[in-house]
């Protein structure tokens, strides 16, 4: 497997998980063991340089995960710690906190109007 296919299997997986657990109605807690799981080794088997380049922005997807979680699971739940292993800057404010995100496609891709 190429380091770009393992980048962009983790990448989808961690934008998927933020996805799922945004707050809604309905969340099948038990789908979650084995995507936690798994997106952690993967994170894990990424070379350090690599995960350098993307960090900050995983910082803001999980991190806005997390949030997401915990008002569902609660600080000390065994998936809120994995989720937090793979943060190493800064997490966003809350779970729907995407302000640096359309700071940095306006900047990059335009206002789009």
């Avoid at 969340?27 to 084995?34: K, M």
């Amino acid at each position: 497997m190429t380091l770009e296919k393992d980048l962009f299997e983790f990448a989808s997986s961690a934008g998927a998980l933020e996805g799922y657990v945004y707050p809604k109605e309905e969340l099948d807690i038990g789908t979650l063991d084995n995507w936690i799981s798994n997106l952690v080794k993967q994170y894990n088997e990424l070379p350090t340089d690599a995960r350098e380049k993307f960090q900050p922005s995983l910082d803001r997807s999980i991190g806005r995960a997390i949030h997401a979680l915990t008002t569902r699971l609660g600080e000390d739940h065994d998936h809120i710690k994995a989720l937090k292993s793979l943060i190493v800057g800064e997490m966003p404010a809350s779970f729907n906190d995407f302000a640096t995100e359309r700071g940095y496609k306006e900047e990059k891709y335009g206002s789009g109007s």
